[in-house]
């Protein structure tokens, strides 16, 4: 499995809690990029 598609993964997930999933990402691409 790609990084992107965990981000993928990551995204829907939050998606269905309504939550803000782009900001998440954000976060999480710039702790694996650290």
């Given amino acids: ?3 992107e ?3 993928d993964a990551i ?3 939050l998606a ?3 939550l ?3 900001q998440t ?3 999480l691409e ?3 990029q650290a």
């Fill in 11 to 13: 995204d829907s997930v």
């Fill in 1 to 3: 499995m790609s990084t």
């Fill in 25 to 27: 990402i954000d976060t």
């Fill in 30 to 32: 710039g702790r694996i």
């Fill in 20 to 22: 803000r999933p782009t």
């Fill in 16 to 18: 269905e809690y309504d």
């Fill in 5 to 7: 598609d965990l981000l």
